[in-house]
């Protein structure tokens, strides 16, 4: 099977919903048998979340309409196996959280709730904390992270006495969140830099097959292994209008921090590709109802790719 069949070969399996990998007789009667969405261990909190994130990014940071409120999808993701909920009050000015806010007041201990903050200072982040908690109808957070890490960030302001990581100790200390993290994806450098510095529980940053992307993998992964940290992807379709995913429009959002697609391939393959390293597990935004079946099938009934198999994805992707 040469390269060009070995892609073709990926395309079409993910579609079925199994590998491409041959495997023996019987193993696909066994494979059919998982029925919910696989969980992996998040880093040393110990915490066991499905693999497979519900993003608050793009549509659940729309405003309800007469046709449709993004708490349905809140609502069919947790139907559907996924356990887990990751936004931010900057995804439409605090829309995303007070959409996920709907379904959490009946269905708060179904979740893993992560939100996060972008200020730098202690005051602006406490501020952000307690607006985000009305906002998701919460009294407490799973995971609190600090949110866009810079290329030039000023690390030295984080712990200093009026600094944002006073905050993150102080509520973890009053168990208004139990755990930790950082996020970013301007520069790989900075996100090891961070996760360096300081002591995190997970650290959520972008995998996905393209080259502008692979230096997260070579920086980032080693060192988070290392420290046990939970790890968790993002960008697995290229942010933005998710350009890497075959019929969604190749030129992005015009954002410098989204990917645009020199190729494309299936929603589920990438997913899969992002599931084949070493991480937790993979935020996705997603558009619609149709969109979360597609992408639960590809994390529940389809193998993480192997080595051989991401390594024919980036080229095709190069």
């Not at 993290?181 to 959520?204: C, K, Q, W």
């Not at 030129?251 to 992002?274: C, F, M, P």
């Not at 991480?279 to 009934?301: C, F, K, P």
């Amino acid at each position: 099977m040469n390269r060009r069949q070995f892609i073709g070969a990926l395309v079409t399996a993910v579609a079925a919903g199994t590998s491409c990998v041959q495997t023996k007789s019987g193993s696909k009667s066994q494979e059919r048998q998982k029925l919910t969405i696989p969980k992996r261990v998040l880093g040393k909190t110990g915490v066991e979340v499905s693999v497979l994130i519900l993003g608050g990014f793009p549509t659940m940071k729309d405003p309800p309409t007469a046709k449709f409120h993004p708490a349905q999808l809140a609502n069919a993701a947790l139907d559907a196996g996924i356990n887990y909920f990751d936004t931010a009050p900057a995804y439409g000015n605090g829309q995303s959280e007070r959409n996920f806010g709907e379904v959490l007041t009946t269905r708060r201990k179904e979740v893993f709730v992560a939100t996060k903050t972008g200020n730098r200072s202690y005051d602006g982040a406490m501020r952000d904390v307690e607006a985000s908690i009305n906002r998701l109808r919460t009294d407490h957070l799973d995971l609190l992270q600090i949110h866009g890490v810079s290329a030039n960030e000023d690390f030295a302001k984080w712990d200093k006495p009026d600094g944002v990581l006073k905050v993150l100790h102080k509520l973890r200390d009053e168990k208004v969140t139990r755990f930790i993290g950082v996020t970013g994806h301007e520069s790989p450098e900075s996100m090891r830099r961070a996760i360096e510095l300081f002591d995190f529980d997970t650290v959520l940053t972008t995998f996905n097959a393209t080259v502008k992307r692979r230096p997260y993998q070579e920086l980032v992964l080693p060192l988070a292994g290392e420290k046990k940290m939970g790890v968790l992807a993002m960008k697995v379709m290229g942010g933005g209008l998710g350009s890497l995913a075959t019929g969604n429009p190749i030129k992005n959002d015009g954002a410098s921090n989204h990917d645009e697609a020199t190729r494309q391939t299936e929603a589920g393959v990438l997913i899969r590709y992002a599931l084949g390293l070493p991480i937790s597990a993979a935020v996705v935004g997603m558009g619609s109802l149709e969109h979360l079946r597609i992408n639960v099938a590809a994390a529940r009934d389809a193998q993480p790719l192997n080595k051989e198999e991401r390594k024919a994805m980036e080229k095709h992707m190069s």
